[in-house]
């Protein structure tokens, strides 16, 4: 499996960006897939994840009515509004086939005030 993001970059605070995630390979079994985040000297967290149906989700509570994930096949979008300089970190796609986690090679987000 292989996870190719794009989108990202520099946005004043209050402004949107837009992540995207393809996976190729044998994605027959993907569940989930999501996104972590991961900022300079702290930890990697999960930011959101969708289920396989596209129709679960979950999202950290920080993130919580401001982004959105959703899934249509083997993408997944992150829509990343009202952005906070909070926000800065490197944006990791996953996804997890059965007992494996695959990751994208991850992508800068940083929001200036």
């Known amino acids: 499996v292989q996870l190719v993001e794009s989108g990202g970059g520099s946005v004043q605070a209050g402004g949107s960006l837009r992540l995207s995630c393809v996976a190729s390979g044998n994605t027959f079994a993907l569940n989930p897939m999501g996104w972590y985040r991961q900022a300079p000297g702290k930890e990697r967290v999960v930011v959101a994840f969708?289920?396989?149906?596209?129709?679960s989700t979950h999202y950290e509570d920080s993130v919580k009515g401001r982004f959105t994930i959703s899934r249509d096949k083997n993408t997944i979008t992150l829509q990343m509004n009202n952005l906070k300089p909070e926000d800065t970190a490197a944006y990791l796609c996953?996804?997890?086939?059965?007992?494996?986690?695959?990751w994208g090679q991850g992508t800068q987000v940083t929001v200036f005030s």
């Open positions: 969708t289920r396989a149906d596209g129709t």
């Open positions: 996953y996804a997890v086939d059965w007992t494996t986690i695959h």
